[in-house]
């Protein structure tokens, strides 16, 4: 299969990249530090990547950012930047992929525990991340010509990055799976 994984220089994209390229032609899509440069934030971006990269047989995304602070404290500006990047930019992805990927193809997010298991701080995130797996959910019903989504929930990011994180986006790009959040945490323990 040929993949494109955005966010592929990321400490989980770079784990991802890694098991991927075990078993597929990898394509490594990064805000700066790659070949192949995209911006989530703007849409513009996505579409001339999309133009670049040409047909592939999936899409996954371990990039995105939003803001970590306390629910009063964060500003309009940092809200924003989780919707319009990580929210956003996946979506975007997804929407703007459609027409690239392969027949019977797929989509794998990026979430994160957080929508399910808040903490203090986490209000921002928290929230994109639910709007994530909600998309995914809602999505799985209408993408056209067998092409599936789901998300990876990796947990906590620590470092070396545990195999099973590379395993469970493999499973998500190669099981005929669709609208599922695969929780690596919950499935850890």
């Known amino acids: ?18 098991a991927l390229e075990a078993r597929h032609e990898v394509l490594r899509a990064s805000l700066t530090r790659s070949a192949l440069t995209v911006n989530l934030a703007d849409p513009g971006s996505i579409r001339r990547l999309y133009a670049e990269v040409g047909r592939v047989d999936a899409v996954v ?46 989509f794998t997010l990026t979430t994160g525990l957080l929508s399910r298991h808040p903490t203090p701080g986490g209000a921002a995130i928290s929230m994109v991340n639910a709007g994530l797996e909600g998309f995914v ?20 990011v620590r470092e070396p990055i545990p195999a099973v994180v590379g395993q469970t ?9 669709t609208g599922q959040v695969l929780d690596i945490a919950a499935n850890a323990g």
């Open 61 to 106: 995304c371990a990039a995105g950012q939003a803001a970590f602070g306390p629910f009063l404290a964060l500003s309009d500006a940092e809200f924003a930047l989780g919707l319009s990047n990580k929210l956003m930019g996946q979506v975007n992805l997804v929407r703007f992929g459609v027409e690239v990927v392969a027949d019977d193809g797929s």
């Open 1 to 18: 299969m040929r993949i494109l994984v955005v966010g592929a220089t990321g400490k989980v994209g770079a784990a991802v990249t890694e």
């Open 137 to 156: 959910r809602a999505a799985a019903s209408e993408l056209p010509r067998g092409i599936r989504i789901n998300a990876v929930a990796p947990g906590p």
């Open 169 to 177: 986006y493999i499973q998500a790009v190669e099981d005929r799976i």
